[in-house]
């Protein structure tokens, strides 16, 4: 019983340490976001002495929020949205289409997913610059071809605990495949889509190499391009980027923690239904 109790205390104590780890970097920012640039070069750790918010002020205008937000949410939600619909059905057709060509095209997204994206990223900007596709909407679709590895590969194995009856009960009610997919299967593998949402957003959204290849125009950067334009101007001033750097994370932390309950479910979900 001593034995069971000592793991326990240990246990906790190192959950209590990776915690402190964890979180010290977010603490850092989020109290020098707050200092003068006087305070944080004298302890970076302390509490400020009183709330620049001033430095919010400063940041946000230049870092264009409103502007580098928007892209930044529409690049996300539409590659979000493509990334699911294609994916799902791209899946569910392999997986109830029961052909050797299809177990084949299935081995190859699963396969594509251990391609690096550095070893492509050079004649993929090429020849999307041939075609003129340097740009927001060519940027979704080059988050389609690097997600939808995953989302069929995620899919694929949803739909194998989804019998085959229910599509057959479907046709013979007269339903087409498009709409058994569309109102029957898709619904069913929403556990799956909510997972693979959380995932993909928090890629994207923090994603800094794709975009800063691909996006040139000043009014199209997103959140992390700004970010590095912002420290580039504001080295010497870490309070500044401190407080850039906050406004940035703010909203995928936010994200992230209203979402991780409905994550939880949708895996148990999965479990069960699998």
């Not at 620049?52 to 502007?67: F, H, P, Q, R, V």
């Amino acid at each position: 019983m001593k034995k069971v109790n000592v793991q326990k205390y240990l246990l906790t104590i190192v959950g209590i340490v990776l915690s402190l780890i964890w979180i010290s970097p977010f603490y850092i920012i989020l109290v020098n976001s707050f200092k003068t640039k006087k305070e944080l070069f004298i302890n970076t750790l302390s509490l400020p002495n009183s709330l620049m918010l001033d430095n919010y002020k400063t940041a946000a205008s230049n870092l264009n929020l409103s502007e580098a937000f928007s892209n930044t949410l529409l690049i996300t939600i539409f590659s979000i949205l493509i990334i699911a619909i294609f994916s799902s059905m791209t899946a569910y057709a392999l997986q109830r289409v029961k052909r050797k060509s299809s177990v084949f095209i299935y081995m190859v997204f699963t396969v594509a997913m251990l391609i690096p994206f550095q070893s492509v990223m050079i004649p993929l900007v090429a020849e999307f610059g041939r075609f003129h596709l340097l740009t927001r909407s060519g940027l979704v679709f080059m988050y389609l071809g690097f997600g939808s590895s995953l989302g069929v590969f995620l899919y694929y194995g949803a739909l194998k605990g989804i019998p085959t009856s229910i599509d057959e009960a479907a046709l013979i009610d007269g339903c087409s495949r498009f709409r058994i997919y569309w109102n029957i299967i898709l619904p069913l593998l929403s556990p799956t889509t909510i997972t693979l949402a959380v995932l993909d957003i928090m890629w994207i959204w923090n994603d800094y190499l794709l975009p800063s290849l691909v996006i040139n125009k000043v009014g199209s950067r997103t959140l992390p391009l700004m970010i590095f334009y912002f420290f580039s101007q504001y080295t010497k001033q870490w309070n500044l980027g401190m407080a850039g750097l906050t406004i940035a994370i703010l909203p995928v932390l936010i994200f992230y923690f209203l979402a991780q309950r409905k994550l939880v479910t949708a895996i148990i979900a999965g479990a069960v239904k699998q």
